[in-house]
């Protein structure tokens, strides 16, 4: 048995880049803070609320959608990409928000959403009006609709076909997601220069970065039943950096749900110059049903979800970067999918965050999860406000799913259940709006809110406060290789991380069980776990209590 020494690595961070020690923090602002009592989150109320963030310590925020949009999809459906959606306050109000933020050193990471546009953008609109103009070409039509079976006929993520017809024409157009969201077309040039400006103005705001919706699907060749992960992908994301990137030191983070071990290193090899990492969702989806997909998901399996982290904290160690997250806006909440929302919330969460904040990569926080929040718990339609969930609940009835079978799919993974406004305090509607909120607030709100949980040394913000310290003030957190041990028990999550001198076992009990430590492979040690101070002790037999996780030095 030793007793853990300290580390020798230095508390002035000098290797990497600025996000590889940050951590990134989402907001999704229509449930945010909202300042003036019409029931949706805006900027100043996102401005009034970064002395909160600063306090976490986060570095940056990945801020979803604030520019002019019909709403349709909650702003992933854009009409002006110069311009901010009156819901959420003015061009003034978001200068002053980059300003505040970066007082705080704080950066502001756009979302770009570019692989569509909103129907009532000026280029579609110019694009329906006169099928000659040369806006017709920014985006994807064809004459007739693709027979059932043929390459082309290609089905919307949001149900339903991928092409609808411009009755005045009589031409059909492509869309990936809603109807009211045409697909752009990448192949066109002029296109392309258009985002690249838009991109390069945003940025000389003072912007940090991009968030790039679903940019895997922008080298798409509908004809060829190509949507995902197309041949000119990696040219386009090469010509994009070049043209705005270069000689800047912006984060771009791109959301490929087709990443996979071989493509991704593509994304974010640092010679490569495209982006500085991806989303990948390898386990997120993992636990998705073959047909119904997330309607039907899978219970949690641990060993199979270890073996997925670890494999991409090898595949991308010195070869890429990744990113790390259990939630964002379009996935249930991390203590509800993946922890106990029930008797363990706060021992889960706090195990999730230990366990995700301990690995190699930059680090996500979706707004509430630093305090636990969970799913909607919806039980009825009329609840949801999303267009995905709407859609699909039509979809199925219509397909001969029963009414149950849906809202039960619904309430494990419907987007909504990150929607639901942030539970700052026990005031009424959870201290979001003095109005009535867009979406109902979660009923949980007076025992489980941001107030209460921060004044609990032991609570879960403040074991995130604690973690996002960690990265910044230790290498071996940034920096170190990671070697999964124990990858066949079914509950217990243990990893080592090193760089040169310094080993850090990170344990976690993923489980409402206690569990026993095993003798072989964990090595014995007694010392302080770095998350708390306390005394711990590996040793064979020990047991742990449910979702009890430490980290300690070997
Ligand atoms: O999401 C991509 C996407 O494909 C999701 O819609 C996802 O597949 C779905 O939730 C799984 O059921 C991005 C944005 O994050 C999402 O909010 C947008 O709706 C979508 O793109 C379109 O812009
Ligand atoms: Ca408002």
Known sequence: MTQSPRPSSAEIIRDGTWWQSAVGYQIYPLSFADSNGDGIGDIPGI???????????????????????PMVDNGYDISDYRAI??????MADMDR????????QIGIVMDLVVNHTSDQHPWFQAALADPSSSFRDFYIWRDQHPPEGSPAAIRSTFGGSAWSRDAQSGEWFFH??????????????????????????????????????????????????ITADGPELHRYLQELHEATLTGRDALTVAEAWSASLTNAPLYSAPDRREVSMVFQFGHVTQFWDEQLGKWKPKPIDWPKLKATFATWQTALHDRGWNSLFWGNHDLPRAVSRY????????????????????????????QGEEFGMTNAGFTRIDQYRDVETLNFHRIQLTEGVDEEAFLAGARANSRDNARTPMQWSAEEHAGFT??????????NYRWLNADKDRLDPDGVYQRYRRLIALRREYAVVRHGTFRLLLPDHPSLFVFERSKGPDRLLVVANMSGQPVILPACEIPQVEGIDILTGR?????AGMELEPYAAFAIWL
């Open 97 to 104: 928000l980059i300003a505040e933020a970066r007082a705080r």
């Open 339 to 366: 922890g106990d929302e029930g008797h363990f919330r706060v021992a889960s969460a706090k195990a999730l965050a230990t366990v995700l904040h301990l690995m190699e990569g930059t680090p996500y926080i979706y």
């Open 85 to 90: 959606n009156p819901i959420f306050g003015t």
């Open 176 to 225: 990936l997601f809603a109807p009211q969201q045409p697909d752009l077309n990448w192949t066109n040039p002029a296109l392309r220069a258009e985002i690249y400006a838009m991109m390069n103005w945003w940025l000389d705001k003072g912007i940090s970065g991009f968030r790039m919706d679903v940019i895997d699907l922008i080298g798409k060749q509908p004809e060829a039943g």
């Open 434 to 443: 003095q109005g009535q909120p867009w979406i109902q607030v979660n009923d």
């Open 47 to 69: 401005i009034s609320k970064l002395d909160y963030l600063a306090d976490l310590g986060i570095g940056f925020i990945w801020l979803s959608p604030v520019y002019a949009s």
């Open 535 to 539: 005394a711990v002790s590996t040793g």
